[in-house]
């Protein structure tokens, strides 16, 4: 998976590279039918209409927060968990948000399996971000929002980093926005197509699911 899809698309982070091939993506793929598949590049279903993402875009995505192995990251979507266990590996804390309660048990059982001790669940609106828990250093977000949610930006620290899928139902831009003491900073990472983004912030709850 590493040397066929992830290191020839231009990943270069060696942690990265180091934390995608530490965990084993299958066991985040619910069903044992499904495990040969695992490695591909391309999403899977995991119940309750989700899936787990593509491991290129989890590696893009968590390339693109430029984590150095200090920083406290929220996760909005913890879906499967195999994003946040890639997360897990290369920063300090993890706190991670689930608004399906079923696959928030899921993800702890296999992150617990894994020894992802610094990995916090929260079941909840993930829209609302963690304010209990702010200020983050980056902030990652699995399913596309119609605009950014403002208390995203306000839970990041300055000097941290957002990256969230941002646009319509059909397509969006992948958005990376750093925080400074001036303001933020907005970079196009380009096109990506996500699920919605679900909660008082995003989207409506209507035949919808989340991609992680």
């Known amino acids: 998976m590493v040397e066929t899809q992830i290191i020839p698309r231009g990943i270069k982070d060696k942690r990265v590279i180091e934390a995608m091939l530490a965990v084993p993506r299958h066991l985040f793929v619910p069903e044992e039918a499904l495990w040969s598949q695992a490695y591909s590049d391309f999403p899977l279903p995991i119940g309750e209409k989700q899936t787990i993402s593509q491991p290129f875009i989890v590696a893009l995505m968590t390339e693109t927060l430029e984590l150095k192995g200090t920083e406290k990251v929220l996760e909005i979507g913890t879906g499967s968990g195999y994003q946040t266990a890639i997360l897990s590996m290369l920063t300090e804390k993890v706190y991670s948000i689930e608004r399906i309660s079923s696959l928030a048990t899921k993800a702890r059982k296999v992150l617990d399996s894994i ?53 319509d139902e059909y397509s969006q831009t992948l958005m990376k926005i750093l925080k400074t003491k001036e303001g933020i900073i907005r970079q196009d990472m380009g096109g990506c ?20």
């Open 115 to 167: 020894n992802c001790s610094n990995v916090v669940i929260k079941i909840a609106d993930g829209t609302l971000g963690w304010p209990e828990e702010a200020p983050f250093d980056a902030i990652l977000t699995t399913a596309a929002a119609p605009e950014i949610p403002k208390c995203y930006i306000e839970q990041l620290a300055v000097g941290g980093r957002l990256v969230i899928p941002v646009g």
């Open 193 to 212: 197509r996500f699920v919605k983004l679900i909660g008082r912030y995003g989207w409506k709850a209507e035949n919808t699911f989340s991609n992680n």
